[in-house]
């Protein structure tokens, strides 16, 4: 089956500093990437799409220029959080699709980041 | 606006049958899917539905009736490793997930 993965799976860091999370389809290539935040107790929230070599599409709310996402391939996108705060402490999970017209997601297992 | 309801919580006894409904508005439909979610990990695909009716898959089950917006999840034989959270999510007419905020299960002895 589809698999992807996240590295780290856990980070902690110091208010102010900026950390990348990696998202890798290691079986397939991914024409589509979604990174979601959840909180706990909370649904996953969607923070952006991203579509290999061009720009992600950020939902409403979400700062693009704080959370710097980069599709460089077909298996490999990053989301970087820049100038962390405590708030930005939370879960992050990125998925993967196949190609337009496959609806299913297959979802990494997820970034634990604590910032200090 | 785009809306999908569960229950925020449930609880069953180990061995028993839950069924978790869903139901949704959203703005076109090209399919449903559940998820299920423990806790600290990311979720996992359970099913898709896209034409009405039941689709069976060994202890679980997934209903689905696009007229009435409303599907349900249907677990049979419970066993403590269910409990977990169970997310609903709509396909929307741009091809979007639209999720549910989850219902979370509880299994007692």
């Known amino acids: 089956g589809a698999v992807v993965s996240q590295h780290p799976s856990w980070v902690i860091c110091k208010s102010g500093t900026s950390v990348k999370i990696e998202c890798r389809s290691l079986d397939f290539q991914a024409t589509t990437m979604f990174w979601y935040r959840q909180f706990p107790k909370q649904s996953l929230m969607l923070m952006a799409t991203?579509?290999?070599?061009?720009?992600?599409?950020?939902e409403q709310g979400v700062e693009k220029d704080k959370f710097l996402i980069n599709h460089a391939s077909l298996t490999l996108s990053t989301l970087t959080v820049t100038s962390a705060h405590p708030e930005d402490s939370s879960f992050y999970i990125c998925?993967?699709?196949?190609?337009?017209?496959?609806?299913?997601?297959?979802f990494g297992p997820g970034t634990r980041l604590t910032v200090t | 606006g785009q809306n999908i309801d569960q229950p925020t919580e449930m609880t069953a006894t180990e061995g028993a049958i839950v069924q978790i409904n869903c139901t949704y508005q959203?703005?076109?439909?090209?399919?449903l899917f559940w998820y299920q979610q423990h806790a600290g990990e990311a979720p996992t695909f359970l099913s898709y539905?896209?034409l009405d009716g039941l689709e069976e898959k060994g202890r679980f089950s997934s209903f689905l009736s696009r007229s009435k917006g409303y599907s349900y999840l249907l677990l049979k034989e419970l066993q403590m490793k269910d409990s977990a959270s169970y997310l609903c999510a709509v396909v929307d007419s741009n091809y979007q997930l639209i999720w549910g905020a989850g219902t979370k299960l509880i299994i007692k002895p």
């Open positions: 991203s579509n290999e070599g061009s720009k992600a599409t950020y």
């Open positions: 539905n896209v």
């Open positions: 998925s993967a699709r196949e190609r337009e017209g496959i609806y299913e997601q297959y």
């Open positions: 959203t703005s076109g439909f090209n399919g």
